[in-house]
């Protein structure tokens, strides 16, 4: 007899799987095989069993591609992970009440994403399966649904590979199939639709309004520094470094990343005056960053558009915060339980402003500081009042390794295609790039040195199908697939009923369908042996 490893075991080890897919690893195979392995794992169970198999393929998926957090807080990495980890075991234990799972799991676990990427403290849209296809031709899905689109995606080509492995496996053990032909079949049509969508759908370069010549200054430095660490008059001291080394003519705007300025309040102060120097000597605007103290002991985190006349044109302040790097949530009892509130003194004030920067003459950038990016939502804004390329001031100095700044360089190839805008990453210490609106990465620079990369960049006023439907329909369509599939039992169960038609279990006769757990225990209730003997031995 041959000793399998127990289910949480192998549960996990397919959350492990997709947890390499995702970058900086990148091995984009491993989540197909991930998630067929769970679709098979857990069709059998009960909806304990499935929650549990849920849990733990969750907690490796995301242990692993969500671990840059633990540089943030080790405490909120945990916790973090438990609670995602609970929302993908919701979604098993839901997917258990249900007839097709292999239509029913893919539309559950994207609600269950969709609801990670806003809950809890704004959400971590981060290590999500849509950061795993900008790798592949399914970043095209982007344009037609974003990231939520591609998540459902993902799952549901994965859920047929798995489905149609388990039937392949149980006819070879002399095995009949457990689910009705129809629902692979309108699993893997709806996938062929979405995908011919994507490549069919418009990719908003529409109405070329010209380029701009760009260029990105990347101070350099070490990994692994705090800003309560930093001397902040040698990081803009770095800056102003390669800025200097950009001759006039060359380029028509010069961007720095996020936090480079750290002043009381800029307008007045020595360090605009220093801006302002390098604006006229170059004659284009600076789009620079400044940390400027706010009321209440707290801080603003603004990027704005300095003019070689000396004047502030336009701002915008960061909306979408950092819990635990630029708030600390629950501050109070996290303090009386020991924990080092102190790394994050003081909370950043969210912004209200429309996510644009105008520069001199008719030119709008849409902008989304650090964080932002993996937001679909706060990029998409900026294109809706304007936008036409999209900047991306970040700092990952706080991090050590490269996971989260690998999957930053994905979610900017993620929002250029949903947009089909230029997007223009410039980090402090790495990965600086400018990405094309076909996903297409080129200058990206390497951790920790000092560069300044130049491009042209093209500027377009068109409109996605998903810049202008955003993420609702496609948080909705999911979440009527699982209430459908909820509601499906109990129609056809009130229907026999009221036909006058029996069901008999044991010894009798068992309809076939997806929910096995539901037959499985009515047989033990009388006595007899489950339907199809030993659950395990099932193919998905």
């Not at 080790?74 to 992970?81: E, Q």
């Not at 103290?293 to 979408?320: C, E, M």
Request: proline fraction near 7%; glycine fraction near 12%.
């Amino acid at each position: 007899m041959t000793h399998r490893p127990p289910r949480a075991v192998r549960a996990l080890a397919a959350g492990v799987c997709v947890g390499l897919s995702l970058p900086p690893w990148g091995w984009w195979p491993l989540a197909v095989v991930g998630i067929a392995w769970l679709h098979r794992l857990a069709d059998p169970l009960a909806a304990r069993g499935r929650a549990a198999a849920g849990w733990w393929f969750a907690a490796g998926w995301l242990g692993l591609g969500m671990v840059w957090m633990w540089f943030l807080s080790v405490p909120g990495y945990v916790a973090a992970v438990a609670v995602f980890a609970g929302l993908h075991a919701a979604a098993e234990a839901v997917v258990a009440r249900t007839t097709w799972s292999v239509v029913v799991r893919p539309a559950t676990h994207t609600v269950a994403e969709a609801v990670r990427f806003c809950f809890p403290f704004g959400g971590v849209p981060l290590a999500s399966l849509g950061i795993t296809a900008a790798a592949t031709p399914l970043i095209w899905i982007g344009r037609v649904g974003g990231v939520l689109l591609i998540t459902w995606t993902v799952l549901q080509l994965c859920c047929v590979v798995g489905d149609v492995s388990g039937r392949v496996w149980a006819r070879r053990g002399d095995t009949p199939a457990v689910r009705p032909p129809a629902a692979l079949g309108l699993a893997a049509a709806a996938c062929v639709i979405v995908i011919a969508l994507g490549f069919a759908a418009p990719d908003g370069r529409t109405w070329d309004l010209g380029g701009l010549r760009l260029a990105v200054v990347q101070g350099g430095g070490p990994q692994g520094t705090r800003a309560i660490h930093s001397d902040p008059q040698v990081v803009l001291d770095r800056h102003l470094a390669g800025t200097r080394t950009i001759r006039r003519g060359e380029v028509d705007a010069v961007l720095w990343p996020e936090n480079i300025i750290d002043v009381a309040t800029f307008a007045g102060s020595p360090q605009l005056a220093t801006v302002v120097a390098e604006a006229r000597r170059l004659d284009v605007p600076m789009i620079v960053s400044i940390t400027e103290d706010a009321p209440g002991d707290r801080f603003s985190n603004a990027q704005v558009v300095v003019t070689p006349d000396g004047r502030v044109i336009s701002r915008y302040d960061k909306v979408r915060r950092v819990p635990f790097g630029e708030f600390m949530p629950l501050r109070g009892l996290l303090h009386a339980l020991g924990a080092p509130t102190d790394l994050v003194p003081r909370d950043a004030v969210a912004g209200t402003t429309p996510a644009v920067l105008r520069l001199p003459g008719a030119t709008r950038l849409g902008v989304a500081i650090s964080w932002e990016v993996f937001f679909g939502g706060r990029v998409n804004e900026g294109v809706a009042h304007g936008g036409q390329a999209v900047v991306n001031p970040t700092n990952g100095s706080s991090y050590t390794w490269t996971v989260l700044q690998t999957q930053q360089v994905a979610s900017s190839r993620l929002r250029a295609v949903e947009q089909g805008r230029w997007v223009i990453q410039a980090a402090p210490t790495g990965f600086s790039a400018f990405v094309d609106p076909a996903g297409g990465v080129h200058q990206r620079t390497t951790i920790g040195a000092a560069a300044v990369i130049r491009a042209t960049v093209e500027l377009y006023a068109g409109r996605t199908w998903y810049s202008r439907w955003g993420n609702l329909p496609f948080v909705g369509l999911p979440l009527a697939v699982a209430v459908c599939g909820l509601a499906g039992p109990a129609i056809r169960r009130r229907r026999r009923c009221a036909a006058g038609g029996t069901v008999t279990v044991g010894s009798g006769q068992v309809e076939q369908h997806g929910d096995r757990a539901v037959v499985d225990q009515l047989d033990r209730h009388l006595g007899a042996e489950p339907a199809g003997g030993d659950p395990g031995a099932q193919g998905a």
